[in-house]
């Protein structure tokens, strides 16, 4: 029972909840960089400043279906006057071999094409005859159709400048230029930016494997019937999605009998393939609470597991550390379904999330003014009650009460409402601030 002397000490005084999340986020450091395949790095953090290798376009190229020509050679085009030129072949996007062009000529080219030597504009498709001396309907049509016979010729109605309709080399970026600096979080875009110069692969903080286990004998996995006195194990389910919706990989181990032989062994196993372990239930007082007493007592090879109690409501009694011979953090949660997620949402999220390296740890907060008045917080404590939060009206109504049982309000919740320390009543239409679950 190492750590005993310790442990009465801490038990002796109250956390806030700040000092809470202050040692279980100084504990956490962001996981070591690997390696990882553009689309598994969705929602990373880039630990690398990307540079652009080639330019992009890598070529001058068409930004239109339609004609490369010379502008000199339509600079007096008109509806009237057409200018006709001799098509002389076909650019398609892709196409390596590009005919040189002549006074007097053009290219049929197609979007992306690159452009011809000798070329310095492009007439879009529409401000011709498209090659078929008719007009502008059957243009378009031509234009999809098979290759324009090289010798035909096309009526081009409009002048075009030098340089129109041309995407030219490096215009969107150059070679060296940087594409995107270390700290920039991974999304579509981004992704996009890193496949169109070419990287394969990129440097990112990984997403951490979070392992959540349950604990009472009293659960069962949904789908089986209830025997007398069981209930079915929801915790698990809600905190596996939980953590997968901070962005990490999640493996739901499901429910842990009371039993301290079962849970050390289980533990021992699920390490392997944890960088954070999250455990529900056991954590008060009672006589089963097997997950406390068991993880209290870790000899100081096997880690350091503290239990407090925080000024807090739902979730007063919570337990963290470090264990295993990789010092894994361990967020011991309260059992009851509502202080399990609440305390997810404001520890382990943000500890999931400081592991990835994202620079926004925390869920958002925002003022609102709440529509009902709350009676009765507890003086001392941190009260989060669930709430249902209008955006447009910027109001929030508390749903349910203030059980931490209520499951079926938390599913109908958006946000929790904060009622401070110091604060044991909150008037109708007063306001208050409120984390938004997203
Ligand atoms: P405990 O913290 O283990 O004393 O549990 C507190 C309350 O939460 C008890 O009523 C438990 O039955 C309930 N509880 C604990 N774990 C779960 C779970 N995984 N799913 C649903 N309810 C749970
Ligand atoms: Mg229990």
Redesign the pocket.
């Known amino acids: 029972m190492n750590g005993t002397t310790d442990q009465t000490r801490h038990q002796d005084r109250v956390w806030s909840v700040a000092e809470h999340l202050d040692d279980v986020l100084s504990k956490i450091d962001p996981l070591d960089p690997i390696e990882l395949q553009l689309l598994d790095a969705q929602g990373c953090v880039l630990v690398e400043d990307i540079t652009v290798p080639v330019a992009l376009p890598p070529f001058d190229n068409s930004s239109m279906d339609g004609y490369a020509v010379r502008a000199a050679d339509v600079a007096d085009a008109t509806e009237s006057a057409p200018a006709v030129l001799t098509v002389i072949g076909d650019v398609a996007a892709g196409s390596g071999e590009l005919p040189g062009i002549e006074p007097g000529q053009a290219v049929r080219i197609m979007t992306g094409a690159p452009m011809p030597p000798g070329a310095d504009a492009v007439v879009p498709v529409e401000w011709t005859d498209g090659g078929t001396g008719q007009g502008p309907a059957a243009t378009m049509r031509a234009h999809s159709a098979a290759p324009q016979d090289a010798g035909g010729e096309v009526r081009v109605h409009r002048p075009a400048a030098a340089g129109a309709h041309i995407r030219a080399r490096g215009s969107d970026v150059t070679e060296g230029e940087p594409a995107l600096r270390a700290g920039t979080v991974l999304g579509p875009s981004q992704i996009g930016l890193l496949a169109a110069i070419g990287r394969g692969t990129v440097r990112v903080h990984p997403r951490p494997r979070v392992v959540v286990l349950?604990?009472?004998s009293?659960?069962v996995q949904p789908g089986e019937a209830l025997g007398p006195g069981q209930?079915?194990?929801?915790?698990?389910f809600?905190l596996t999605a939980a953590a997968r919706d901070a962005g990490a990989i999640a493996y739901r181990v499901g429910?842990v009998a009371?039993d301290a032989e079962t849970l050390r062994s289980t533990l021992e196993d699920q390490l392997i393939r944890a960088d954070i372990l999250v455990t529900?239930?056991?954590?008060?007082v009672?006589a089963?609470?097997v997950?406390k007493e068991t993880l209290a007592a870790l000899s100081a090879e096997e880690g350091t597991v503290e239990f407090r109690r925080l000024a807090m409501q739902p979730g007063k009694?919570q337990g963290f550390g470090l264990i295993g011979p990789d010092r894994i953090p361990l967020l011991a949660l309260?059992?009851?379904?509502v202080?399990?997620y609440v305390s997810f949402e404001l520890f382990v999220r943000p500890a999931i999330r400081a592991l990835m390296g994202l620079p926004e740890v925390h869920r958002p907060t925002t003022p609102a003014k709440c529509t009902e008045a709350v009676a009765s917080s507890p003086k001392g404590k941190r009260q989060f009650l669930r709430g249902s939060y209008d955006a447009e009206a910027g109001t929030v109504t508390p749903v349910g009460g203030a059980g931490?049982?209520l499951?079926k309000a938390m599913a109908h919740a958006n946000a929790l409402i904060i009622v401070p320390e110091d604060t044991t009543e909150v008037p109708a239409g007063a306001e208050v601030d409120i984390v938004l679950l997203g």
């Open positions: 349950s604990t009472g009293e659960l209930i079915h194990d929801s915790n698990s809600q429910a009371d529900s239930g056991g954590v008060s009672g089963y609470d997950v009694p309260p059992g009851n379904p202080s399990s931490s049982h499951i």
